[in-house]
């Protein structure tokens, strides 16, 4: 019905936006009554959320009639209380050749929204017509979004794009979904290995940082009790040295319960009590002192 008038070589090629097509109408060429002078094709719409008279005219219609004219086509229905899902009649304007028209081989009139760029020259030209034949039906004062009918003695072949190839073969459009998908799923498979990887080598970092961490910490442990062994070596004949641990737990972490003497502290170990002095460095200093103090006292 639309392939023909609209030069369409292919019906199942999917249509391009702002492709120009014409549609046949089925004309009343009459008037609705003794008052009013509207020819129209009868178009049946399903009102849907949202939609008035005047939405539907302009935006799914392009103004090809108007909210005024869907009143007069269905005096029964009440504009402002419409209900979703009620049936209503659209009057598409269209109007048919008069006598005159047919006998001066003007065959059609085509329904057309004059545009804001639109000039009746322009339209004239587009459509295959005259100034004069458009001016006569319409009047000269033409407006934009006004409905304007081009007479024509035959309808002009519409350029058309190429059409694209749609395959109607079920087991070629298998294939191409098969195809996408192994495509989606290797895809999917590439990034997590390479996230996989990622992850083992972010893990083999922060193993290798916290065994380094670790190291240096024995590392730096065992160069402090080394070092406070020289320093105690040139002070004392004889020493034995605790570790830190043994002290806490004989001092239950240094608790002031235990305190002698501002930092020395009374503390059991191996069931031996000891003075325990919490040292400030350089400890060789104190423990130099400690000993003038001890010769002093023996002498």
């Known amino acids: 019905m639309i392939a023909k008038p609209s030069n369409l070589t292919s019906v199942t ?26 020819s129209y094709a009868e178009i049946n719409y399903t009102i849907k959320a949202g939609d008035t008279f005047y939405v539907v ?5 392009h103004n090809l009639t108007t909210y005024q004219s869907v009143e007069i086509v269905n005096p029964t229905l009440v504009p402002t209380n419409l209900s979703i899902g009620q049936d209503v009649i659209f009057p598409i304007f269209c109007k048919c050749p008069t006598k005159t028209q047919l006998e001066n081989n003007l065959n059609y009139l085509i329904s057309y929204v004059f545009q804001p760029f639109d000039t009746i020259s322009s339209v004239a030209s587009r459509f295959g017509s005259t100034i004069s034949s458009i001016v006569e039906v319409n009047g000269d004062n033409i407006r934009p979004s006004d409905t304007v009918f081009v007479p024509v003695s035959q309808l002009p072949e519409l350029a058309q794009p190429a059409p694209a190839s749609v395959s109607t073969n079920p087991n070629s459009d298998r294939r191409g979904e098969v195809i996408g998908l192994g495509i989606g799923v290797g895809v999917c498979g590439v990034m997590m290995i390479l996230m996989g ?21 024995e590392s730096k442990k065992t160069k402090v009790g080394v070092d406070l062994m020289a320093d105690v070596s040139d002070c004392l004949d004889k020493y034995k040295v605790y570790s830190i641990e043994q002290l806490n737990e004989a001092t239950d972490g240094f608790d002031d319960r235990w305190v002698i003497h501002g930092s020395v502290f009374k503390g059991c170990i191996d069931g031996k009590w000891y003075a325990i002095k919490r040292m400030k460095w350089n400890a060789c200093e104190e423990l130099k002192i400690l000993q003038k103090v001890l010769h002093l006292s023996f002498n």
């Open 13 to 38: 090629s999917p249509l391009s936006p702002n492709q120009s097509l014409f549609v046949p109408l089925t004309c009343t060429c009459n008037s609705v009554n003794t008052t009013t002078n509207l």
């Open 197 to 217: 990887g990622f992850w083992a080598y972010r893990e083999s970092l922060w193993k290798k940082r916290v065994g380094k961490n670790k190291h240096d910490a």
């Open 57 to 61: 005219s302009t935006s799914l219609f």
